[in-house]
């Protein structure tokens, strides 16, 4: 039984964008939770993946709205209760470069002033990166963990063109900003690297993985964890702030072999020594706090009849 913390309302709730993996999967958890969903896509054609959904499609509601047209975005908010927030780069630009910094912090600007103009809405659940918390000069020498409340530098990201950081943090503390502003009830979560289907090479996350792996803060999180993270954090009325999610931590030769085998399954392995094979990273990052939180919650569908 979930605790007196807990709310369950079975209410209607927005997902933008709702196009990619983690988009997608919540809209289909939301559904089987017992939720109206409004799964805005910035594309008609996404409209086409929900087709084969297991869940009642009759509260679903699939709307058009694009991150840089205010009036789309206020229309997918209307009658909603709560927002499930992640950034989708437009189509024709995929991966993060330095324009792409100014494209997401729009967006996460004009979605959050949207929230704030839209009364109804009671919480808003954005989806940041663990990459907005580790990329600091001083990464090396700091003796705790890094947690929520560590932030990457701005000008450490630009200085060595660490696109995904500086868009990731630039984004999330526009959005901050503007939700301390206006008093929306916000709250992120900062995601590792994401291990859905469409994990690739290209994936911009990947830009310093060495230097993660060898810092011991290379994490992955798992969709479906990363899914029940973001219920929870929206369910629960005692969540705030920021949560870092992962539930895996890439810190052993093994890890990262398997790793880029997934990632490159075309290229040839190439045999490492004894000792390389048997070191151990030390972690230095956690997610207790997220972990606090989700001890009691209950993952399985909660469908009302």
């Not at 039984?1 to 209410?11: E, G, L, Q």
């Not at 470069?97 to 103009?117: I, K, P, S």
């Not at 959005?175 to 994990?199: C, I, Q, T």
């Not at 060495?210 to 929870?232: P, Q, R, S, W």
Request: net charge negative; with cysteine; hydrophobic share 40%.
């Amino acid at each position: 039984m979930a605790p007196a913390s807990f709310h369950h309302i079975t209410d209607t709730v927005c997902v933008m964008d709702a196009s990619g993996s983690l988009g997608f999967s919540l809209v289909e958890r939301l559904l089987q939770r017992g939720y109206t969903v409004h799964a805005a896509v910035q594309n008609h054609d996404c409209e086409l993946q929900f087709g084969g959904l297991s869940c009642d499609k009759k509260k679903l509601k699939i709307l058009y709205a694009d991150p840089f047209d205010y009036k789309s975005i206020i229309d997918a908010l209307r009658g909603c209760c709560g927002v499930f927030y992640n950034f989708e780069p437009p189509q024709d630009q995929s991966s993060y470069d330095e324009f792409m910094t100014e494209v997401e912090v729009r967006a996460a600007h004009n979605v959050l002033e949207a929230c704030a103009q839209t009364e109804t809405i009671h919480k808003v659940v954005f989806t940041s990166s663990a990459t907005a918390v580790i990329w600091r000069d001083d990464r090396k020498s700091i003796t705790a963990d890094f947690d929520e409340r560590h932030w990457s530098d701005i000008n450490f990201c630009r200085k060595f063109k660490l696109w995904h950081a500086l868009s990731k943090t630039l984004a999330e503390k526009t959005a901050w900003a503007l939700a301390m502003d206006r008093g929306v009830n916000m709250v992120s979560v900062n995601a590792g690297l994401v291990m859905s289907p469409d994990l690739s090479i290209e994936n911009s996350y990947l830009k310093g993985a060495a230097e993660m792996y060898e810092d011991g803060v290379f994490v992955t999180v798992g969709l479906n964890f990363l899914v029940d993270a973001h219920i929870c954090i929206y369910e629960d009325v005692s969540s705030y702030g920021r949560y870092l999610c992962f539930n895996h931590v890439v810190n052993q030769h093994e890890d990262a072999v398997k790793l880029a085998s997934m990632l490159t399954p075309s290229a040839p392995s190439h045999p490492q020594s004894f000792d390389q094979d048997l070191r151990i990273i030390q972690q230095r990052i956690s997610s207790k706090k997220l972990n606090k939180l989700m001890v009691d919650f209950e993952s399985r569908p909660q469908v009302e009849n």
